[in-house]
């Protein structure tokens, strides 16, 4: 690594306001690291500037304050502050498009946006779940371009909402081609973490890839067994509940309910496409899990006229204690009874980017029936005479529909 190089960070976080990125800065920040984190979304770089976090993430905001107050952390949307940080994190991912197909350009793209002030003797960590291949993508694309750059795949492994714990508590993979790469990654996560795990590229993508689309699945075949018990009028809960009951070996088997977010689909449908679509399990629990929503509706039509029930949705972030919507079945439900129901009434008090939610106390007031789509805790002490539907069995009233 040349030695002329003198940073004036040591990292920079591309795409930092964001989930994945904006705690990871933070973690970096707390621990002494002079941090900066560069985002395109200006709003997003103001609102962290002054130090209040752009969503929910328990623990975040009071470091997030300490970082800038004491200089460990900058914000800004100036692409140049890639140019003097040591190790740059990039936490561009790899989207799938309408029709569930990965776009693998989408990291190459990111790290073409910043390619002039990238600088031999840096680290490229990329941070996001990515396709397999693009980390050797974007190893030959730094070749092409001449510079003398590390290039590290290194994974978030949290769950949205725990990262300030699980960035610490967590190992941390580290998938890389040559052993500087591997020492320098290794030296940068461990001021967050003592457990580091190395691999290589291609195993540190499936690893991550997998992790996801194992969850999906056990997700998948929960629902599919609610689906069965409910069909012949059987509580899961209590199944699985007898199941479960001091026998380790069923113990991860989970409750049923709205498998969703940002994460858990996509990297089951890049898996798939990976495969050349073979992937006949991963499709089977993507059905699944998207059906569910529908399946609640046809239960819902044998027991009320849908066409004259107001129907209230409680909880439209994607899980539990979020206030992150992004690709929430509960919005699913809702297109859906748009067209069967005389009306459809949602509330969930955690989210505030969408303006058509209502305060949960009119849900509860005008609505017919109501659907827990979201499993906020807040919903387990829910007085109300109407029928509810709580696959969650977040009311300890059994799960049939």
């Given at each position: 690594m040349p030695d002329a190089q003198v940073f004036t960070s040591d990292v920079v976080v591309v795409g930092g306001c964001g989930h994945v990125g904006l705690p990871l800065a933070i973690a970096f920040a707390d621990r002494g690291l002079r941090t900066h984190i560069y985002d395109i979304d200006p709003g997003a770089v103001d609102r962290v500037r002054r130090g209040s976090m752009p969503f929910y993430e328990a623990g975040a905001e009071e470091p997030l304050r300490r970082?800038?107050?004491?200089?460990?952390?900058?914000?800004?949307?100036?692409?140049s502050t890639v140019e003097g940080a040591e190790n740059v994190v990039v936490v561009i991912g790899t989207p799938v498009d309408e029709h569930l197909n990965p776009d693998p350009s989408a990291v190459r793209a990111a790290i073409l946006d910043c390619e002039a002030y990238l600088s031999d003797g840096q680290l490229l960590v990329l941070r996001s779940t990515v396709y397999p291949g693009v980390t050797q993508s974007i190893e030959q694309m730094i070749d092409a371009l001449g510079r003398d750059i590390d290039v590290a795949f290194c994974p978030e492994r949290i769950a949205q909402g725990a990262a300030m714990v699980e960035l610490s508590a967590l190992p941390q993979i580290v998938g890389v081609r040559t052993e500087r790469a591997g020492e320098r990654a290794e030296a940068l996560f461990r001021v967050l973490?003592?457990?580091?795990?190395?691999?290589?590229?291609?195993?540190?993508?499936?690893?991550?890839?997998?992790?996801?689309?194992?969850?999906?699945?056990?997700?998948?075949?929960?629902?599919?067994f609610f689906m069965m018990a409910n069909d012949y009028g059987l509580d899961f809960q209590r199944i699985r509940d007898v199941i479960r009951a001091d026998y380790p070996r069923a113990a991860d088997l989970p409750g049923a309910g709205f498998a969703a977010g940002p994460c858990l689909l996509k990297d089951t449908m890049q898996?798939?496409?990976?495969?050349n679509n073979s992937f006949v399990l991963g499709h089977s629990a993507m059905?699944?899990?998207?059906?569910?929503?529908?399946?609640?509706?046809?239960?819902?039509?044998?027991?009320?006229?849908?066409?004259?029930?107001?129907?209230?949705?409680?909880?439209?972030?994607?899980?539990?204690e979020t206030d992150d919507t992004r690709d929430s079945l509960a919005y699913k439900l809702?297109?859906?009874l748009r067209f069967r129901a005389r009306d459809v009434l949602c509330a969930d008090d955690r989210v505030s980017a969408d303006p058509t939610l209502l305060p949960l106390e009119d849900v509860l007031d005008r609505a017919d029936v109501l659907v827990i789509a979201a499993p906020h805790p807040e919903y387990r002490g829910l007085s109300t005479t109407k029928p509810v539907v709580d696959i969650w069995n977040m009311r300890g009233e059994g799960t049939v529909v």
């Open positions: 970082a800038l107050a004491n200089g460990m952390l900058e914000v800004s949307s100036d692409v973490t003592e457990s580091v795990l190395r691999v290589t590229p291609e195993e540190a993508e499936l690893a991550k890839l997998f992790t996801n689309t194992w969850r999906y699945i056990k997700f998948a075949i929960a629902n599919q898996l798939a496409a990976f495969t059905l699944v899990n998207e059906g569910l929503p529908l399946y609640l509706v046809s239960r819902l039509e044998r027991r009320f006229d849908l066409a004259e029930t107001t129907v209230g949705i409680l909880g439209m972030a994607f899980k539990a809702r297109r859906i």
